[in-house]
């Protein structure tokens, strides 16, 4: 069974760098897609980044286009988000998760497998 597990969130200012990790075990990491996602309290899941399983291929919600980057590892197993010019509202449980579907998807529901998040929070 697939298991995703997320690291690297924290508590930092505005303006911050914060480097977020997935890594990947029980599942044939290189032919998933992976994204991002992150949720806030009382709102709903919302998606940030995907990426193709070879890397070459990226998307990205607006209001991370240019602060934030996906990357993968696939000798590694592991997905990152390199999240700069943090702001108080990108505070949120971030998620990864990895997705079977044959185009980089940004629905939450083409998604198979999810972690079980990190927490972010960006102090003003």
């Known amino acids: 069974q697939g298991q995703l597990v997320e690291s690297g969130g924290g508590l930092v200012q505005a303006g911050a760098s914060l480097r977020l990790s997935c890594a990947a075990s029980?599942?044939?990491?290189?032919?998933?897609?992976m994204g991002w996602f992150r949720q806030s309290p009382g709102k709903e899941r919302e998606f940030l980044a995907t990426?193709?399983?070879?890397?070459?291929?990226?998307d990205y919600a607006d209001p991370v286009k240019g602060r934030f980057t996906i990357s993968r590892d696939n000798v590694k197993n592991t997905v990152y988000l390199q999240m700069n010019s943090l702001k108080p509202e990108d505070t949120a449980v971030y998620y990864c998760?990895?997705?079977?579907?044959?185009?980089?998807?940004?629905?939450?529901?083409?998604?198979?497998?999810w972690g079980q998040g990190t927490q972010v929070t960006v102090s003003s």
């Open positions: 998760a990895a997705s079977g579907f044959p185009k980089i998807p940004t629905r939450s529901d083409l998604y198979d497998y």
């Open positions: 029980g599942l044939l990491f290189n032919v998933y897609n």
């Open positions: 990426i193709d399983s070879t890397g070459r291929r990226k």
